[in-house]
């Protein structure tokens, strides 16, 4: 059980190439902080350097308090579940979780037992005798899982495990991810691109862009008050519709409430947007109310979205349920004065 | 939570891949059995002659049936000693050959797997040179560089002796290359999962690599000991004594520009023994040979 400390940390490849630069995170003992971010934001790179996989350039990673920036990946017991698995092939899933056991020396029988009672945890007990080939994709993902569990790390490291799996499996296994990571209370770091497995898993979620941290928090507070227009349009889906302000005036808007004197964007988010076809007058005061033309609809089963345009903006709309609105139509919708963001021409939340 | 999925039946290489049509089944079999008998009947008739006597032989035509002096030219050979080659026997003759052969088979096995494993898996200076240095000694067979080497094995005193016979010819850059382009398939995620379980260089070797490998190692020992086995100009070379020869050099002594000296029934026999060694490896190694060269397990 262990709190990870990153400060300042830097990553600067071989190559020249800046990864990250200078990352600060805090995750306390037994929380699962999630990195996420657009491809290419250094959140591996980040793992991996907690992992020791790879060096850090400038600044400290503490696990437990201990700086492990020297420190080898064994010495650091951390366990990481990789996103193609990296099962040994050549083992049978017996062998390929206990072959960490057994390179730290672990008794025979102690070794025995753990496996057995982390194959029954992730009911695996059925497989141990084959061989990783002959897995389905979702035994070889709880394989990896086991094989994590079974060394009882200090901290569990998740570079994208539920990526090759179909939608189905992957909403079953963060549910079982997540229920694991609680009982077990393993101190764990997830990367992941997917914002909702983002959303769902984390205790501490970490929304990272071009090497940097954007964000962090809990997910709902991320969710609640971006920090940024990245921050809006990365959590959310659909994203956080962002309409541009031309000093303190929106087109396309009926009534505007009063804006922050250096906002320029204004932001609300999809669901926050209300359709009224008539009455609109009975809103409560100081909402936006917004004249739109509808471009298309989707509707998608419990919930509907309608594809606006606004004075050349085009927004989203979620609506519950069916809606009777074609394309073409002339809308009034509104968004209460609560739920509206304004964000600086720098992009950051005002 | 874990619901039993189902597995696809294992898919094994049974399936054929073209030509179904009966026409076409038939022609290549012919065209197999034609090359089949091609290669077989000169060594069909080696054996043949190998089982009759010196004078049977000498007296054509040679009968296409064996005759009956079988175990007395197979003993005389193996146990009695080859008058021509100084009285030394088949038996030691094969002796030798095994142990050079198996020397460089395993030798050469042994050091382009570890060169290739420092090549590939290790960050340290020069490596792109050394990696380079073993690329261009491809282009330097033994026989472009047999002079120095003999200068060398003889300032050693290692003519006459196995280690001159094996030692110049163990280092290989071919099989170093395929060791080479198999560790670079191994995903880095495998060598990272196995750092992260504590596997140190050794380890990781010994628990992953060569497990993985054993296919490709399989592979190359068939054809580096059947190598190793033909071996001629070198060990021509480098032993003097007639115990120290290898059979392929013990069979080209024991052929006399006159027919009359040579024991031809003997240098028969020798043929036969001479090829059997590398047919057996071949059928012994052939399911793993086979698979070496068609599936990589990953
Ligand atoms: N070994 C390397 N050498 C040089 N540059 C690298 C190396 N690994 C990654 N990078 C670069 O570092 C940056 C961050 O890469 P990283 O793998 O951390 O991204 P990521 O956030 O995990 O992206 P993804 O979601 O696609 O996995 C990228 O620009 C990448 O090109
Ligand atoms: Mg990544």
Request: charged share 20%; aromatic share 8%.
């Amino acid at each position: 059980m262990a709190t990870v400390d990153l400060k300042d940390v830097c990553k600067v490849y071989a190559g020249g190439v800046e990864a990250v630069k200078g990352v600060s995170i805090a995750i306390p003992d037994k929380a699962l902080c999630v990195l996420v971010g657009p491809s290419g934001c250094g959140k591996s790179t980040l793992l991996r350097m907690i992992a020791g996989l790879e060096t850090i350039s400038a600044g400290s990673c503490a696990i437990d308090g201990k700086v492990v920036n020297t420190i080898g990946p064994t010495e650091r017991d951390i366990a990481m579940v990789f996103q193609n698995y990296a099962l040994y092939p050549h083992m049978k899933v017996y062998d390929n979780m206990a072959y960490g056991l057994r390179n730290r020396g672990t008794p025979k029988d102690e070794i025995d037992a753990r496996v057995r009672s982390t194959a029954k945890t992730l009911e695996l007990e059925h497989l141990l005798e084959r061989r990783p080939r002959e897995l389905s994709g979702g035994q070889r993902q709880r394989v990896a899982m086991g094989r994590a569990i079974v060394r009882n790390p200090k901290v569990f490291l998740f570079d994208e495990p539920l990526s090759n799996l179909d939608a189905k499996l992957r909403g079953q296994m963060r549910v079982e991810i997540k229920n694991l990571q609680r009982s077990l209370g393993v101190t764990s770091v997830y990367v992941t691109h997917d914002q909702l497995e983002a959303m769902t898993l984390a205790d501490i979620l970490v929304v990272m862009n071009a090497g940097l941290v954007e964000q962090s928090g809990s997910p709902l507070d991320i969710y609640e008050k971006p920090a940024s227009t990245f921050v809006a349009s990365f959590i959310g889906a659909p994203p956080m519709n962002l309409l541009p302000l031309r000093s303190g005036h929106l087109e396309g808007a009926v009534t505007l409430p009063p804006v922050p004197a250096s906002a320029s964007t204004l932001g609300f988010r999809p669901e926050d947007c209300e359709i009224r076809t008539e009455g609109a007058d009975a809103v409560a005061d100081g909402a936006l109310r917004l004249l739109v033309e509808v471009e298309g609809v989707e509707p998608v089963g419990a919930e509907s979205f309608v594809y606006c345009r606004v004075g050349g903006e085009r927004m989203v709309v979620r609506v519950p349920g069916r809606v009777e609105i074609k394309p073409g139509d002339q809308l009034r919708t509104y968004a209460r004065q609560e739920k509206l963001h304004f964000f600086g021409s720098d992009g950051k939340r005002v | 939570m874990a619901e039993p999925e189902k597995l696809p039946p294992a898919s094994g290489h049974d399936k054929l891949m073209i030509g179904q049509s009966s026409a076409g089944i038939y022609l290549a079999h012919v065209v197999l059995t034609l090359g089949v008998l091609i290669v077989a009947f000169p060594i069909y008739y080696t054996f043949v002659a190998s089982t009759h006597s010196l004078q049977t032989i000498l007296r054509p035509p040679l009968p296409l049936l064996p005759g009956e002096r079988f175990f007395e030219n197979y003993s005389e050979a193996l146990f009695g000693g080859v008058g021509r080659i100084g009285g030394v026997s088949v038996a030691t003759l094969l002796v030798n050959t095994t142990i050079v052969a198996l020397g460089i088979a395993i030798g050469k096995i042994i050091i382009s797997i570890l060169s290739a494993y420092a090549i590939v898996f290790f960050r340290f200076p020069g490596r792109m040179f050394f990696f380079w240095l073993i690329f261009i000694t491809l282009m330097l067979p033994v026989e472009v560089r047999i002079l120095p080497t003999y200068k060398v094995m003889v300032d050693l005193g290692l003519i006459d002796t196995y280690a001159g016979l094996i030692v110049p010819l163990i280092a290989s850059a071919t099989a170093t290359l395929l060791f080479r382009q198999f560790f670079l398939t191994i995903p880095g995620e495998l060598v990272e999962a196995a750092r992260v379980d504590g596997a140190g260089p050794w380890r990781f070797f010994k628990d992953i690599l060569l497990p993985l490998s054993r296919t490709n190692i399989a592979a190359l020992f068939v054809i580096l000991f059947i190598y190793g086995w033909t071996q001629y100009l070198w060990p021509l070379l480098v032993t003097n004594r007639n115990d120290m020869n290898t059979i392929v050099i013990a069979l080209k002594k024991m052929i006399s520009f006159a027919d009359a000296d040579t024991e031809w029934h003997l240098v028969m026999v020798t043929s036969m023994l001479a090829i059997l060694p590398p047919i057996l490896v071949v059928v012994l190694m052939q399911r793993w040979f086979v698979r070496g060269l068609i599936e990589t397990e990953k």
